[in-house]
């Protein structure tokens, strides 16, 4: 009889256990690995316009290069399923602009309300959800979760959506724009960041030529 086994017969409480000391050794080997030289990427330099992140055991470590496209806060339920919160705060960056400094991700295929689905990167010994990229804008916009920034303060929401499904007690600011469902970048984001999208798009069009 094996090991697992032997504890299933002494009850759930003996195989959660295990299965929980497996959870905090599987963390540790990640983390005991960054230390090979192998494993070790040579971070850009910080600087005043960039922001670090990362999951909470540490082993994935991100720096965002510069100031995000804009910042979503959706309401909808696929997204407080997806988070178990009533609510996820997504800064929208050009994927290019987002390093990985340590460690490396699991990308998991994640249904969506769209029925094109995204792809949600986690690290994989937490299992934290660092950053997603959906169908729409594909590999080139990644969705970085603000709460998981080292300073998340400096990002708060630039509109509230799907707001149709918002849990009743959330409260949203009279000052922030409120949309029932989605938007046009084109009448809400910023002039800066309309052009830095224009330019990704262009981009985009070339590589397809």
Request: proline share 6%; charged share 25%.
């Amino acid at each position: 009889m094996s090991l697992v086994d032997r504890l299933k017969s002494l009850g759930r409480a003996a195989y959660s256990r295990l299965s929980q000391l497996v959870r905090i050794l599987s963390a540790e080997e990640a983390k005991r690995e960054l230390c090979e030289p192998d494993k070790v990427t040579v971070a850009p330099a910080a600087t005043a316009d960039t922001h670090d992140g990362g999951c909470v055991c540490r082993f994935v470590r991100y720096r965002m290069m510069s100031q995000p496209l804009f910042v979503n806060c959706c309401h909808c339920r696929w997204c407080q399923r997806e988070t178990g919160a009533s609510f996820a705060l997504n800064a929208m960056i050009e994927a290019d602009r987002v390093q990985l400094i340590q460690g490396e991700v699991e990308v998991v295929n994640t249904p969506s309300a769209s029925g094109k689905g995204q792809k949600i990167s986690r690290c994989p010994a937490c299992r934290v959800a660092v950053w997603s990229n959906y169908a729409g804008a594909g590999e080139a916009i990644r969705f970085v979760r603000v709460g998981t920034l080292d300073e998340p303060d400096p990002f708060p929401p630039g509109i509230h959506i799907f707001t149709t499904t918002k849990q009743p007690w959330v409260a949203l600011p009279g000052n922030v724009p409120a949309v029932e469902e989605y938007y046009s970048a084109a009448e809400i984001w910023p002039a800066d960041s309309l052009a830095r999208r224009a330019a990704l798009l262009a981009d985009k069009s070339a590589d397809k030529t």
